[in-house]
């Protein structure tokens, strides 16, 4: 299919295609799998889709980049954001990269489905990225389609812009469009294949650059390459850090260890399991990147993770993803060793900044959680992991817990905490003696070291309410949201986005979204089990 003639005369966003300009292409131009070498990325076109239809969009985005409300309803949109469409101005290509996927190098990966439609500079002044994200095959796909089905383009949609309004880095998202065609999925890799309706996302972000990104030029040596990335990276997405130099590739490292860090912090706040960290889906920016089998904490259980294809081992399970940050970031700088004269020694700074910023970050999060003013040291420690051990005497809901504990007076006197909680429980009969009674002594411990502070109960809610979260996308919203939408009613996936424009505020009228888990979705798929399978 040709480009429309339209299309020269379509919106025109303010072009500025810098990847593409300043870094080595493939020289190749065929559209077929293969290795691609000294090379950031490959030109691709996406693959042009039967009947394309917008069916949610995220209006911020869209302001964000200066595209007109009017322009968003139109069938042209739909076009461009579906990749029907190329303006003459756009140079879209699928990136090169590398990355260790559950613990193994895995070689050279790249967006196998995942195409750079353009860059941007935006209405903000600032320069973003659109990616569309189902698009078709390009040089990277491996023995994939390089498509996206709609169950996995609503996940993206919902929650990249979930993170955002929970304050969470992430890439964002502009635009869910249906393809019109269909993509066959074998969602558990178990012989059951089905037609799915296919859909394209249409993903925003200063930089979708990874740590694999950088590891695939050293795992092949290809120096000179893996430095023009380097820095290229660091003029655009860390020019405070100045003109690079063995110095700033230090300190370049240690910003990314310390963002990373801080997106741990983040996400142990909200509990959020992203399901797959591999190399190749950690962002150099440390935003959140690449939503696949990820999940939101139900019950309080550190080692619940949501990708079925990760059973066994638990790899990626909520209480490892700080250390498994960590491990990433020791093989990123396994892979920009030689641009510092592969003196560990220039670092090693850097990884212990990680360690000290998510300590930090760790006690001032849960020290925020609990509505204390500061970290107070080693009694506050033992109060946070105490509560921690208190969470899984029974089976608790995060989210509500901390929204119910900011009700409980510390100015009276409390018989029995544990029924002031009680809509945060999922089993009341697990509620005996024993959790009642270890539920009340940390309670009056916490009682005790919030009136050290003397703060009121009004006061102390609103500090704690303004960090934990009462809407968030919880698993089977998500999975109703996509019910919904397969059956041909879009309409639940802005419900949703709605109700989580402002998570952390009460919403008359909202209740729905902020109840925990039914048990039919207890073991549902979508719900609390997804595969890698999108
Ligand atoms: P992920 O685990 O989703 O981050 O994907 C790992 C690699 O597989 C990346 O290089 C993806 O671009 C690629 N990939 C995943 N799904 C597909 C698909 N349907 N078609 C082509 N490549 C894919
Ligand atoms: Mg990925």
Redesign the pocket.
Known sequence: MSAPEWIDDWYSLCFDNRFTRELPADPESSNTTRQVHNACYSRVHPKPVASPKLIAYSAEVAEQLGIPPALLESQQFAEVFSGNAVHPSMDPFAMCYGGHQFGNWAGQ??????INLTEVTAADGRHYTLQLKGAG?TP???F?????VLRSSVREFLCSEAMHHLGVPTTRALSLVLTGDSVTRDMFYDGNAKQEPGAVVCRVAPSFVRLGSFQIFASRDEFETLRKLVDFTIRNDFPHLGPPSPEVYAEWFAEVCQRTAELMVHWMRVGFVHG?M?T??LSILGLTI?Y?PYGWLEDYDPNWTPNTTDAQGRRYRYSYQPQIAQWNLVQFAGAILPLVDNDVDQLQPGLRHYVATFDEGWHSMMAAKLGLGKFRGEDDKKLFSDLLDVLQLAETDMTLFYRRLADVSCDDAVDSVCDQLSDAYYQPDEINDQVRQATNEWFDRYRERIRSESISDDRRRQRMNRVNPLYVLRNYLAQLAIDRSEQGDHSGISELLDVLRNPYQEQPGKQAFAEKRPEWARHRAGCSMLS?SS
């Open positions: 990966l790249g967006d196998g489905r995942a095959p990277y796909s491996r994939a389609d390089g498509l996206a797959v591999n190749d889906n690449d696949g890698c």
